[in-house]
Each structure stands twice: as C-alpha cells, then as structure tokens.
C-alpha cells in the first residue's frame, strides 16, 4: 500500500500552491542524521516539491458507530458515569481503527482504569472550584489560582498519556514537552485569563461594601474590562497551547515543530468575532426598521409584543447559527492553520478542509439530529470525523517503509511511563 501510494506521488506533478517547504524544519535527533541529505539514515532525501502526498483515510460507517454508542450511552448512564472510561477508550479504538495512514490504521492502547483516576481528579478539581464559586467570587477566584497551578502539569500528563498509547505500524506516538516548559508556555496566559474572574470579583466586593452606591460606575467599566482582556487573551493562550502541543509530538525519533506565531491565530478569532457579531447587527437593523418610533402611535404593546416574539426567535435562531456557522467556520480555520504548519524537515501535514463544505455537513447534521430527537448523532460523529480526517494529506519526503525501517522507539521512556502512572488524564487532542 505504501509504495502504490509512493509511486502515485512520484509520478504526480505538485501545484506550487500545494507543495510544502520543510527546510528549516529540524526536530530530529542525531540518531536519525544531521541536517543534511549527506548525513541522513535515508536513502534519498526528495526535494519539497517532490514529496509524496499521502492523503488519509477513514472507513467507519454511522450504522457500526451506533450500535456502540448507544451501548456506551445506557452504560455510562446505568453505572452514574462510572463507565465512562471504558465508553471513551471503546470509542478511541473504534475512530483510530478507521483511520488510515498509508493504509495502515491508528491504534489505542489505553486501559479504562488508569483514565477512571484521571477522570475523578478532574471531577474533583471540577467540584471543588464550582463550590468556592457558590461561595463568593473572591473564592472561586481562589479556586480557579489554584486549579491554573496545576493545570499545566496536568496538561503534560494527559499528552503523554494520550500520545504514548496511540500506534501506528506498531511505532508508539510519545510527547516530549517538559513540566518546566509547560510552565513557561501556559504561566502567562493563564494568569491573564484571571483577570476577568478577578475584575468580577472586584465589581462584586464594590456592590457589597460600603461603597455599594458606586457599584453602578464600576459594573459597565468591569464588564468593558472582562470583554477586553477575553478578546485578548483567548487567542494568545490559544496560541500558545498548540504551539506547547505541536512542538512535541512524537513518532520515534521524529519530533514535530509548530511554525505559526501568534498573527494569524488573532487573525481566525477576528474573523470568527466577525461572522458572529454579523446576525446581530443585522437585527439590530430590522428592530429599528420595523419598530422605531411605532410605540408612539398609541399601539405599545402588541408592538412590544411583536417585539419580545422577534427577540426569542432570535435568540434560537442566534444558537442554530452559533452551532452551524460560527463554531464550524473556527474549526475550519484553525484545522487548516495548525496543522498545515506542523511537521518536520522529513514528515509535514497539510489540511484543506472547506468551508462551505463542513458548514453544509452540519446544516444536514443539526437537521437530521433534530428530526430523529438526538438519534441521528451517531451518524453525524462519523460523517464530521470523515471529512475533517480526509481533508489532511501526509507529506512525506522519505519512502515510509524506509522510515519505519528507521525509527526506533527508546526502550523504557521514561517520560511517557511517568504519564501513564501519574494518573492516566486523557484529553482530546
């Protein structure tokens, strides 16, 4: 299956558009060779524009998905939660067994009880920051400090987890990123995203104090500041997770690098801000075509009647568009963005999902899940995982027999052992 692959690729001429450049792409260690063809453990080292390109595959049906999600679905239920572990690794196995590399599937090796203590610590961690929350604000402000110490070192264990119980052609993913280097990427965003629970904190200690009169003042000056910092920070923590993420992934000896800044990251969340703000105006518009100055011609009510049905339709309509349009056109953006820009000067993806295409999908998506009340997701999982996994293509600049050939995993790595006892967390990734 490789070499049909490979010599479809050889003989394929490659669009510029679409050739990725992987020089200055390092992220190989030396047991691999230096920078250079010369010194490389590969027979030839292709030029970008003659990479192969390897699209990947995913076979799963919604009918086969269904008959384990319902299971997995009265299960979790039946047992308060408590299978969840085993529902999540039977639904890992199921998506990663129909995903194809090269004709080779993807496979999960995690164990249900070691993610059953990564999900109670979460749980717990969960619990007690919204308990502190009930408290005061000044107390979940608290609780939220405590759980952003934490979270980097939780983030690094549940990649490794994740990471070094995947496999593909019998070679174990890993993730190399460190405790210390987690802080350093996350500390900071982190810390800013406290500014608005802080703000809010604030505003609510003013309300209450002696000073109550002037909460009035501060409550529009809070929330200009909480919209401010949000606007801010989100894509710049965005930002810096996947930059943590991507640089450390693993096959072999093989390590991945992110080159994207933070630009263009802003640049998708603009955008999205854009399209979501879009249906507002544009009622903001029609309310004030359709009911301005009509209140004064004796008719109030039925004209504020009218208007109170318009701003509920709206505000379904708003959440049909939110989950239609909105969300999907972020995923969208930042698939193509991040993942085109991930790889190595060997190895590189690149992903061309379309826009009107997986807006289209979820449209049909969201409708046939409501006609069905809720049956249809089964289907609706398969059909989004298959089209945003067969808008990525592997680019590969070495024969990948050979480079199965050549990559080794270290015996007993320590860092992905270390993830895997220290609680078994597992995130989406």
Do not use: C
């Not at 854009?274 to 301005?292: I, S, T, Y």
């Not at 049905?309 to 349009?325: E, R, S």
């Amino acid at each position: 299956m490789d070499n049909a692959f490979s010599s479809a690729a050889r003989g394929a001429p490659v669009p510029s558009e679409a050739r990725i450049d992987s020089r200055g792409l390092h992220g190989v260690v030396s047991s691999i060779g230096g920078p250079g063809p010369a010194n490389s453990a590969f027979s030839r080292l292709l030029r970008p524009d003659q990479a192969h390109h390897i699209p990947l595959e995913f076979t799963g049906s919604g009918s086969e998905y269904f008959r384990l999600w319902i299971v997995n679905l009265l299960l979790t239920l039946v047992t308060l939660g408590i299978y969840y572990p085993w529902a999540k690794v039977r639904r890992l196995r199921y998506f990663y067994g129909n995903t194809l590399v090269a004709g080779h599937a993807l496979d999960f090796h995690g164990e249900p009880r070691k993610m059953l203590r990564g999900s109670a610590l979460a749980g717990l961690l969960f619990i007690v920051y919204s308990q502190a929350l009930e408290v005061s604000l000044l107390a979940g402000l608290i609780g939220a400090v405590l759980v952003g110490a934490l979270w980097p070192l939780l983030l690094r264990a549940a990649l490794q987890f994740r990471t070094a119980h995947t496999s593909w052609r019998g070679l174990r993913f890993g993730f190399a990123g460190s405790t210390a280097e987690a802080y350093q990427a996350l500390a900071v965003p982190l810390a800013l995203s406290l500014v608005p629970l802080a703000l809010m904190a604030y505003a609510d200690a003013v309300r209450s104090g002696p000073e109550a009169a002037s909460a009035a003042s501060v409550g529009p000056l809070v929330l200009g500041g909480v919209f401010a910092v949000f606007l801010v920070t989100l894509p710049y923590f965005h930002w810096r997770l996947k930059k943590y993420q991507h640089n450390h992934y693993r096959l072999g000896q093989l390590q991945s690098e992110l080159r994207v800044g933070p630009g263009p990251v802003y640049g998708v969340y603009l955008r999205t801000l854009g399209l979501a703000l879009l249906p507002a105006l544009l009622a903001g518009l029609v309310v004030g075509l359709l009911f301005g100055g009509l209140p004064g011609t004796g008719r109030g009510a039925p004209v504020l009647f009218l208007l109170l049905m318009f701003l509920g339709v709206l505000f379904v309509v708003g959440g049909l568009y939110f989950y239609i349009v909105v969300l999907p056109y972020f995923t969208v953006r930042m698939q193509n963005l991040v993942w085109t820009k991930t790889g190595n000067r060997y190895l590189r993806l690149r992903s061309e999902l379309q826009v009107g295409r997986y807006l289209a999908l979820q449209f049909k998506n969201y409708l046939l899940i409501l006609l069905t009340l809720g049956l249809y997701w089964p289907w609706a999982a398969v059909a989004n995982q298959r089209m945003r996994l067969q808008a990525v293509t592997l680019v590969s600049r070495v024969d990948l027999d050979e480079l199965v050939m050549a990559i080794r995993p270290k015996a007993g790595d320590a860092a992905a052992e270390m993830g895997d006892e220290l609680m078994g967390l597992d995130v989406g990734l």
